[in-house]
């Protein structure tokens, strides 16, 4: 079937330092990718996404670049900082022709000053 | 952006009773509503799409009685949880994507509810 799955968290860093989580997939056909994140108290936003295989997503310093032949998405920032700490979700959609979201577990990451 | 909110934010009830849960797009219609939910420490399961005007469509194995969804406007869903018991204790979160008619790849979710059954 078709799922996503991500890295366990949390992850804490110190600021300025790199960022990496990981986000591999299965799906039938050629899924559009995405990470959404949630800062405490709201609701989920679009980070980034990517609809083609070697497409790059990138927004406020992070970026993700879809795989196909490792089937992955994975997150990178250079340099994070306090205000990114969040859960941040891998997904998918478009496997049955719908937008369908189908999410991974969550990544809760942790940036100390 | 497009701002999707949702009431209550927390509810708490004894087993056996109905909850309501609202979701809203406050500056845009929404002709389909996602129904989802969150257990700790895990993903998010989609429940249900809630078409305006018509039946919702549900997941599989989510039951249709146990949670009735009713999308009677443009910028309004409805998720009822009825005869609630303690294993429906979850996080719901609603998310709808904008426009209508098209492959809308882009969603608004909603801050979600957290229910919790005693």
């Known amino acids: 079937g078709n799922s996503v799955t991500q890295m366990e968290g949390p992850v804490t860093l110190s600021e300025e330092a790199f960022l990496t989580i990981n986000c591999t997939y299965t799906?039938?056909?050629?899924?559009?990718l995405f990470w959404y994140v949630q800062y405490p108290g709201e609701g989920l936003q679009l980070l980034l996404k990517?609809?083609?295989?070697?497409d790059k997503g990138s927004n406020k310093g992070f970026e993700a670049t879809y795989r196909k032949e490792t089937t992955s998405f994975h997150l990178e920032k250079g340099s994070v900082q306090v205000s990114d700490s969040a859960v941040y979700f891998c997904a998918l959609s478009g496997v049955d022709s719908s937008y369908k979201l189908i999410f991974g577990s969550g990544t809760r990451l942790l940036v100390r000053p | 952006g497009a701002v999707v909110s949702q009431h209550p934010s927390w509810v708490i009830c004894k087993s056996g009773t109905s909850v309501k849960i609202e979701c809203r797009s406050l500056d845009f219609q929404a002709t389909t509503m996602f129904w989802y939910r969150q257990f700790p420490k895990q993903s998010l399961m989609l429940m249900a799409t809630?078409?305006?005007?018509?039946?919702?469509?549900?997941e599989q194995g989510v039951e249709k009685d146990k949670f009735l969804i009713n999308h009677a406007s443009l910028t309004l869903s409805t998720l009822t949880v009825t005869s609630a018991h303690p294993e429906d204790s979850s996080f719901y979160i609603c998310s709808a994507p904008p426009g209508q008619g098209v492959r809308q790849e882009t969603q608004y979710f909603g801050p979600g509810t957290r229910l919790l059954v005693l």
């Open positions: 809630s078409n305006e005007g018509s039946k919702a469509t549900y």
């Open positions: 799906a039938t056909g050629y899924p559009s």
């Open positions: 990517a609809t083609k295989a070697d």
